[in-house]
């Protein structure tokens, strides 16, 4: 008996956890070490989780064991719901909030609930892929608009106007953003929120490392700058406070609700079916959001991650025909390859070359949604001994690749 996967599924992928990721297993099952930098996953690299984090876990130990209600605790969610108020987000309740299995449940959820076949979105190249793969899986069609890496990687929005169509429907914000490490200016912000106004679009805000922004630089919510529009703002406890495996993840329903009722019953079928998200996770967003100080510790100058950012990008930047813009928030460099220097024609096999010989496992521009075969993404969360050894072998590595010869 042939059992295949669902004609749904034909052009939906994660390739940060794909056939590159699939190699890096098998040699490490042959007994390779390898260093994995393909997720965002602090803990794995000693970023333990803040203390209040473990205290509270401890404190409601107990609560977390029965099923919560489907939207979540009532407390985490006024937790939540002061957070967004605190990000200048008005008229945000409880009732607004529902928490997730990580944001990566609640991107699946929105898509499903918002979209119909055939329906348009517009989603940033380079992107965080979930975004992609949820809208193609809800039936919607991805349409991507171009962030500008000679602008630092802010959005395009004369290519996001031109890709406005009558089918499309909302647009995909992801600031700060992964894999570019931008943050998006309160201009382009208001750029946006005009087209989605003229053209009665739905914004959805991804604002995962809102909490990981450096160099005095100010993130700012769009639902901040928009009370008129509605807009779905997605934020979680993972990447700020370390704890990407308690799957602690959070959407709020902002600004003018009055045209959503529909969809909201939608939401509220989708987030029942699941039955609740992880209660233990739940537990302790109260208490992580009251306490933000190991984030804002980590990157201030001498804090671990904003030296480690420091570093990998001089490094990276000095290696013959590699060229980044510096990413103000997150955990990610998104560095160019010169193509033509290496004889890049496939970006995906450039990475698994460089697995394949230095047991390195990044991820190639393709699993962003990028098209072009010239860019990798490099997560800069190992400590500083281990950061200056895979930057000694990418030199290694590049000093003698030509892919176009290995090809042959
Ligand atoms: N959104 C962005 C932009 C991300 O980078 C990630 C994870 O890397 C997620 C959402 C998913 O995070 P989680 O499901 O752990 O909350």
Same mark, same amino acid.
């Given at each position: 008996m042939l059992i295949n996967k669902s004609k749904k599924l034909k052009n939906v992928?994660?390739?940060?956890?794909? @056939?590159?990721? $699939?190699?890096?297993? /098998?040699?490490?099952?042959?007994?390779?070490?390898? #260093?994995?930098?393909?997720?965002?996953? @602090?803990?794995?690299f000693g970023f333990g989780p803040p203390i209040t984090v473990l205290g509270s876990l401890a404190k409601y130990a107990d609560i977390s064991v029965p099923y919560s209600m489907s939207k979540g605790l009532y407390k985490a969610r006024e937790a939540i719901a002061r957070y967004c108020i605190s990000q200048g987000i008005m008229n945000v309740t409880p009732d607004d909030v529902y928490t997730?299995?990580?944001?990566?449940?609640?991107?699946?959820?929105?898509?499903?609930?918002?979209?119909?076949?055939? $329906?348009?979105?517009?989603? @940033?190249?380079?992107?965080?892929?979930?975004?992609?793969?949820?809208?193609?899986?809800?039936?919607?069609?991805?349409?991507?608009?171009?962030?500008?890496?000679?602008? $630092?990687?802010?959005?395009?929005?004369?290519? #996001?106007k031109r890709k406005i169509t009558p089918r499309t429907r909302a647009i995909v914000i992801i600031s700060p953003n992964n894999p570019t490490g931008a943050v998006y200016s309160k201009d382009l912000l208001n750029n946006i929120i005009e087209l989605a106004r003229e053209h009665e679009l739905a914004l959805f805000s991804d604002e995962i490392y809102d909490r990981l922004v450096m160099d005095d630089v100010k993130h700012i919510s769009v639902a901040s700058l928009a009370p008129d529009l509605f807009t779905?703002? %997605?934020?979680?406890?993972?990447?700020?406070?370390?704890?990407?495996?308690?799957?602690?993840?959070?959407?709020?329903?902002?600004?003018?609700?009055?045209?959503?009722?529909?969809?909201?019953?939608?939401?509220?079928?989708?987030?029942?079916?699941?039955?609740?998200?992880?209660?233990?996770?739940?537990?302790?967003?109260?208490a992580a959001l009251d306490d933000n100080s190991s984030a804002q510790l980590n990157i201030k100058p001498g804090g671990r991650l904003y030296e480690q950012r420091e570093f990998a990008f001089k490094e990276l930047t000095d290696i013959?025909?590699?060229?980044?813009? /510096?990413? /103000?928030?997150?955990?990610?460099?998104?560095?160019?390859?010169?193509?033509?220097?290496?004889?890049?024609?496939?970006?995906?096999?450039?990475?698994?070359?460089?697995?394949?010989?230095?047991?390195?496992?990044?991820?190639?521009?393709?699993?962003?949604?990028? /098209?072009?075969? $010239?860019?990798f993404r490099f997560v800069y969360l190992?400590?500083?001994?281990?950061?200056?050894?895979?930057?000694?072998?990418?030199?290694? %590595?590049?000093?003698?690749?030509?892919?176009?010869c290995r090809v042959k």
């Amino acid at each position: 008996m042939l059992i295949n996967k669902s004609k749904k599924l034909k052009n939906v992928r994660y390739d940060i956890r794909g @056939p590159v990721s $699939d190699e890096a297993d /098998k040699l490490e099952r042959e007994g390779v070490r390898i #260093i994995r930098l393909n997720t965002g996953n @602090p803990a794995a690299f000693g970023f333990g989780p803040p203390i209040t984090v473990l205290g509270s876990l401890a404190k409601y130990a107990d609560i977390s064991v029965p099923y919560s209600m489907s939207k979540g605790l009532y407390k985490a969610r006024e937790a939540i719901a002061r957070y967004c108020i605190s990000q200048g987000i008005m008229n945000v309740t409880p009732d607004d909030v529902y928490t997730g299995n990580g944001v990566s449940e609640l991107i699946q959820i929105s898509m499903q609930a918002f979209l119909n076949r055939g $329906d348009e979105i517009l989603i @940033p190249t380079p992107d965080y892929p979930l975004w992609t793969a949820a809208s193609i899986l809800a039936g919607g069609k991805a349409v991507h608009y171009i962030c500008d890496e000679q602008s $630092d990687w802010q959005p395009d929005i004369n290519d #996001i106007k031109r890709k406005i169509t009558p089918r499309t429907r909302a647009i995909v914000i992801i600031s700060p953003n992964n894999p570019t490490g931008a943050v998006y200016s309160k201009d382009l912000l208001n750029n946006i929120i005009e087209l989605a106004r003229e053209h009665e679009l739905a914004l959805f805000s991804d604002e995962i490392y809102d909490r990981l922004v450096m160099d005095d630089v100010k993130h700012i919510s769009v639902a901040s700058l928009a009370p008129d529009l509605f807009t779905v703002v %997605f934020n979680g406890l993972s990447k700020s406070h370390h704890i990407c495996g308690y799957r602690a993840g959070w959407m709020t329903l902002c600004g003018n609700k009055s045209g959503a009722k529909g969809y909201i019953e939608g939401i509220n079928t989708l987030a029942s079916l699941r039955l609740c998200s992880n209660v233990t996770g739940q537990s302790v967003i109260g208490a992580a959001l009251d306490d933000n100080s190991s984030a804002q510790l980590n990157i201030k100058p001498g804090g671990r991650l904003y030296e480690q950012r420091e570093f990998a990008f001089k490094e990276l930047t000095d290696i013959p025909g590699i060229t980044a813009v /510096k990413p /103000k928030a997150g955990l990610y460099i998104f560095p160019k390859l010169d193509t033509k220097m290496y004889g890049i024609i496939n970006d995906e096999n450039f990475v698994l070359d460089f697995l394949r010989e230095k047991h390195v496992l990044l991820t190639h521009g393709g699993s962003y949604n990028w /098209k072009k075969p $010239d860019h990798f993404r490099f997560v800069y969360l190992p400590c500083m001994d281990e950061l200056a050894e895979v930057m000694s072998r990418l030199r290694d %590595f590049l000093e003698n690749y030509n892919q176009k010869c290995r090809v042959k």
